[in-house]
């Protein structure tokens, strides 16, 4: 069932800028989609306009049963966390939460209960007397949400709710969502541009470029058939290598170096650092530029012959000291995994191709 | 900031003593004048310690009617304290909803009004004066109090503070209180108000002086003696054609005319300087 539908929505601003362009979405009950993208590519604007603090340019925007174009936000039956947290500077920690409770006029006992259920919920039932100030940054993410809990949206919109908060207690603020929302089973819209984030959270992720939607499915699809050079780019850390095929005299493709077989169209050929391996005989030989361990693995950066950008590797740290890979020295390696061919208009080609080393063509 | 520099410590508290003592000398000399009988100021030089009638001539200017003026002292202190405080509260509740409207709401030439109002810096009471005194007296608000108070109660320096404060507030608090359902005077009511609460006491306590000050308006506006101002009767009491003015009654006055404005200070000071203090909006 949909909680959540836009049907061609859009947002054009007085300026004349379309930030979003006849955008189709639908939100599954219990879903968390993740909208993912550049800046300005019109994530926050759609969220904007969802929550009602954005007026609608065109389009339909259904939440729950009803339009809800011209309803005002606290009628729309969501509930919002914003970035900054947005928490009441002069309010305790209980009195943000009931805030929007007491508007409604709920019994005493009603907004009591609630808050405490939330705050249990979230481990902060022994802040409630505090002022927002008092706390920390992880503390005050907890109370905006508990705020948004408290009154049992249909639909929970999160923008960038992480992004204030340092790397550690982002990743454990990322899980505690996703454990909040399938306990909840919420219905959740969550802006980010982090695609970490994006992969680690979203039942289905929405790629938009430029106020349109580029591609929408489940992260692992994304990652694995991405559409398009953006998504390609976009989707996966660190990002996919993207090398241009160019056409020989004698109408072979030539890529790093290499021969491209299999596929005609192909105008761009992508390689994720993560199919790379060491291999003596490998097809791809260059030299290394600068090595990034990062644990177990580094990020080793080749230049290849015939390429300007450098192709990024993930390969086993113990692996490239076994076979004494050092910077500016020489490097091979193997494909060990699927090639992404995009056509000239960088989008997604559906052929089996193959790259081989132009010597072997000789030997063949 | 500070320096280690214990000269430099020395030479800048020796200045501020200077400073205490320029600013200080006049109001120790009316508070011991205030002090002697009519015959002890006679002989022209002011004494530095305290008389011995102190308690009578305060007490006769809170008693007795003030001649020339014919109503006591209380009578004018309390009529100060109304105008003070008409025009303290009026000017702060104009320009808070000026500042309101402008900070938070989008309409046509917003921009527009800010200015216009902000252009009336340019006009206070003393230029608009005759102009003013006939739409008052028009009114028929000659000689009452809210004549005295009206005239003076617009205030762009008010709204242009006001504003400045409001646009410190985070526009995501705006937002969350609506997606809380909170309407527009709700948001002025219980965020606006209490946010600003350190900035509405300070103004007050400028309100409150420019009000208590005044001096051109209320003599023009207020010509009988029940709505003479505490201000206004200072002088009354010096102007005197055939005999000595009684000095020690007009410094006694001056005495109590200062006093409310220092006990508003020292009420709101803790106000404003936790204002100061607390940074975290």
């Not at chain 2, 009336?120 to 009114?139: H, S």
């Not at chain 2, 054609?241 to 200070?265: F, G, K, N, S, Y």
Request: proline content about 6%; aromatic content about 6%.
């Amino acid at each position: 069932m949909a909680t959540l539908t836009c049907r061609q929505l859009s947002k054009t601003y007085p300026g004349g800028h379309r930030a979003v362009e006849a955008l189709d979405l639908t939100l599954e009950a219990g879903e968390l989609m993740v909208i993912v993208g550049p800046s300005g590519c019109g994530k926050s604007t759609l969220l904007r306009m969802v929550a009602g603090l954005e007026a609608i340019s065109g389009g339909q925007l259904i939440i729950g049963e009803t339009v809800a174009n011209a309803l005002e936000p606290a009628e729309r039956g969501i509930a919002m966390v914003f970035q900054n947290y947005a928490l009441y500077p002069h309010m305790s920690v209980f009195d943000n939460m009931a805030y929007a409770l007491k508007l409604q006029r709920r019994p005493r006992a009603e907004i009591e209960r609630r808050v405490h259920e939330a705050a249990t919920l979230l481990g902060i039932d022994a802040l409630l007397e505090r002022r927002p100030r008092q706390l920390s940054g992880g503390q005050r993410q907890r109370v905006a949400m508990g705020r948004a809990i408290v009154r049992e949206p249909t639909v929970f919109l999160f923008d960038e709710p992480l992004s204030n908060l340092d790397a550690a207690l982002r990743v454990q603020m990322r899980l505690e969502i996703r454990r909040l929302q399938q306990r909840l089973g919420a219905s959740m819209l969550y802006v980010t541009h982090d695609q970490v984030e994006a992969m680690t959270l979203a039942d289905r992720l929405v790629v938009m470029r430029d106020g349109r939607i580029e591609q929408i499915g489940t992260p692992m699809a994304l990652f694995e058939k991405p559409i398009s050079c953006f998504v390609a780019r976009f989707i996966g850390s660190p990002a996919m290598n993207l090398i241009p095929v160019k056409r020989a005299r004698d109408g072979a493709h030539l890529c790093a170096g290499l021969q491209l077989s299999g596929d005609p169209g192909a105008a761009t050929l992508g390689l994720r650092p993560e199919h790379l391996r060491l291999d003596p005989q490998g097809e791809l030989a260059g030299t290394v530029e600068m090595i990034e361990p990062l644990g177990v693995d580094a990020l080793v950066h080749c230049r290849l012959p015939e390429h300007h950008e450098p192709l990024t590797a993930r390969l086993p740290v113990t692996a490239l000291a076994a076979s004494g890979i050092r910077q500016q020295g020489a490097i091979r390696l193997a494909v060990d995994g699927p090639l992404h061919l995009f056509d000239d208009q960088d989008r997604r080609l559906e052929h089996a191709a193959r790259l081989t080393p132009l010597s072997s063509l000789f030997a063949v | 900031m500070r320096y280690h520099r214990p000269h430099l410590d020395r030479l800048t508290h020796l200045l501020l003593l200077l400073g205490v003592i320029v600013f200080g000398l006049p109001l120790w000399l009316a508070l011991t004048a205030s002090t002697h009988s009519a015959g002890d100021l006679q002989s022209g030089i002011a004494p530095l310690w305290f008389g011995s009638e102190g308690l009578a001539n305060y007490w006769q200017l809170l008693s007795q009617p003030i001649a020339g003026l014919g109503v006591s002292a209380l009578r004018l202190l309390g009529n100060s304290l109304v105008m003070a405080l008409g025009i303290a509260i009026g000017k702060i509740a104009i320009s808070l909803l000026a500042a309101y409207a402008i900070v938070f709401f989008r309409f046509p030439c917003r921009t527009l009004c800010f200015w216009l109002i902000f252009i009336t810096l340019m006009l206070p009471v003393e230029v608009r004066i005759v102009p003013t005194y006939g739409v008052v007296a028009r009114f028929g608000l000659i000689d009452t109090y809210a004549g005295m108070i009206l005239p003076l109660i617009a205030s762009a320096t008010a709204t242009f503070l006001l504003r400045q404060s409001f646009m410190s507030l985070p526009q995501e608090l705006f937002e969350a209180a609506r997606l809380d359902g909170a309407g527009p005077l709700r948001f002025l009511k219980d965020f606006v108000l209490p946010l600003s609460k350190t900035n509405l006491a300070a103004l007050f306590v400028i309100m409150f002086i420019y009000g208590w000050n005044q001096y051109l308006w209320p003599l023009l506006a207020a010509n009988s003696p029940e709505h003479a101002t505490a201000v206004i009767s200072l002088k009354n009491l010096v102007q005197s054609t055939d005999t000595l003015p009684p000095w020690q009654l007009a410094t006694a006055m001056a005495v109590m005319t200062v006093l409310p404005p220092v006990a508003v200070i020292i009420a709101m000071q803790r106000f404003f300087v936790r204002g100061l203090t607390d940074t975290e909006k």
